[in-house]
Nanobody, 117 residues
């Protein structure tokens, strides 16, 4: 059974930082592309950051220079370091694993990030 478990969300003031973690089990983590998505209140889910199985990264324009995605294949984990957080970063953040060969997505349950003064 595939499980993606996010942690690290919470309440932070503008300008603050958080580090999200996602621990995967039940999948061959090393061959998955891993992503962080977010869904702000009343809006659609969007891709925030992606790291491929080869280690290439990509970010949505609004977080470039502030967020960093990384992975540790030995720990079956992916991380999202979020700095200089602002109100617009408030959302539920979801971990995603994508297996290209079988066109399959796996999702975590989400973790809430709230930026508020």
């Amino acid at each position: 059974q595939v499980q993606l478990v996010e942690s690290g969300g919470g309440l932070v003031q503008p300008g603050g930082s958080l580090r999200l973690s996602c621990a995967a089990s039940g999948i061959n983590f090393a061959i998955c592309d891993m992503g962080w998505y977010r869904q702000p209140p009343g809006k659609q889910r969007e891709l925030v950051a992606l790291i491929t199985s080869a280690g290439s990264t990509n970010y949505v324009e609004s977080v470039k220079g502030r967020f960093t995605i990384s992975r540790d294949n030995a720990k079956n984990s992916v991380y999202l370091q979020m700095n200089s957080l602002n109100f617009e970063d408030t959302a539920v953040y979801y971990c995603n694993a994508y297996r290209r060969l079988i066109f399959t997505n796996y999702w975590g349950q989400g973790t809430q990030v709230t930026v508020s003064s």
